[in-house]
């Protein structure tokens, strides 16, 4: 098995979830664009990145738990809803009502992710 580099995700992810709770929409942005093109290339590989966004679902911070388990959706749905409605209910920060908005636009059919 290929050994997916997971460190821009990871980094770019941690970088948002800070921005976000420190309120600094420009680095927060900065961050988004970092987070998008770090998926653009575990898109490349074989599995579209499952098994790296799998592996950073299980990460330690919720910034890069809930951002993994987003693009995970429509490649591990029940794994990813798993890991988001986790994250919702146990983040009591931002970080976790952008999960539960997350959850909540899945299911009615309304999400579009990137990359």
Do not use: C
């Amino acid at each position: 098995m290929v050994k997916v580099p997971t460190n821009s995700f990871r980094n770019a992810a941690i970088a948002h979830g800070s921005g976000t709770l420190g309120g600094n929409a420009q680095s927060t942005n900065r961050a988004h664009d970092r987070v998008i093109k770090a998926l653009q290339l575990l898109r490349l590989y074989p599995d579209q990145g499952r098994e790296a966004l799998s592996e950073l679902a299980k990460d330690s911070n919720n910034s890069v738990r809930a951002w993994a388990a987003t693009y995970l959706l429509p490649l591990d749905q029940e794994r990813a809803i798993t890991v988001l409605e986790d994250v919702a209910r146990n983040d009591e920060s931002i970080i976790g009502l952008d999960a539960e908005i997350v959850l909540r636009e899945w299911k009615a059919g309304r999400l579009k992710l990137l990359a």
